[in-house]
């Protein structure tokens, strides 16, 4: 079984998804583990991982702010400061690492840190309403709240994918299935995943 990768806009179940089909295909799924691993690895705390997960900030000033506020106290030298490539780096590595055997790999640009991998890249979506109804469910939110942070996720998300690929977010081209989770529901969408990566491998 190959290395899927998906992406998936706010609100639309893409990460229950993800979590179904590997229990389906019995392989290792892998979101906040990307976190964990490029932590781990480079020794840069975790917190700025998850401070930059899926978002640009394109901010010098900030990067540099986060450098020294970050909990050392030592001199800021420029090769030491926390920049919002050097976090996408190691969180490409940890991508790279964790293909190493069959998962299912949610955001983070795995599609393209993976392009010259056998990989089945997904691209999960739903109708704005129902995208609001869940995030309204999961956050107990009211429809305006929810809305906005529909919004402001998949901005942040597009504009984290877009910089560094040179790929436009959700671009069907961009994909090997693009599939619309309002229609079979969190399970019946897992199951067409499936059975499209079973028939990829024939």
């Known amino acids: 079984m190959r290395v899927i990768t998906l992406s998936r806009q706010f609100g639309s179940g893409g990460g229950e998804i993800a979590k179904a089909v590997s229990e389906k295909l019995g392989i ?108 309204k469910k999961l956050y107990d939110l009211n429809e305006k709240a929810a809305a906005t942070l529909i919004k402001k996720t998949d901005k942040k998300r597009a504009n984290y994918y877009n910089f560094y690929t040179s790929k436009n977010w959700g671009d069907a081209q961009n994909y090997d ?3 619309n989770s309002d229609a079979l529901g969190i399970e019946g969408t897992a199951d067409v995943i499936c059975s499209f990566a079973r028939a990829c491998e024939k």
């Open 177 to 179: 299935l693009c599939i």
């Open 28 to 135: 290792k799924y892998a979101d906040k583990a990307i976190i964990a691993e490029a932590a781990a690895s480079s020794g840069i705390a975790k917190e700025h991982f998850e401070n930059a997960d899926e978002r640009r900030t394109n901010s010098f000033l900030y990067s540099l702010a986060a450098a020294h506020y970050g909990g050392s106290t030592a001199p800021i030298q420029l090769g030491d400061i926390i920049t919002d490539d050097k976090l996408f780096i190691h969180t490409a590595d940890a991508i790279k690492r964790i293909a190493g055997e069959p998962c299912i790999i949610v955001g983070r640009c795995a599609d393209d840190i993976l392009q010259d991998k056998p990989i089945l890249r997904v691209y999960v979506y739903a109708d704005i309403k129902s995208r609001i109804e869940r995030i």
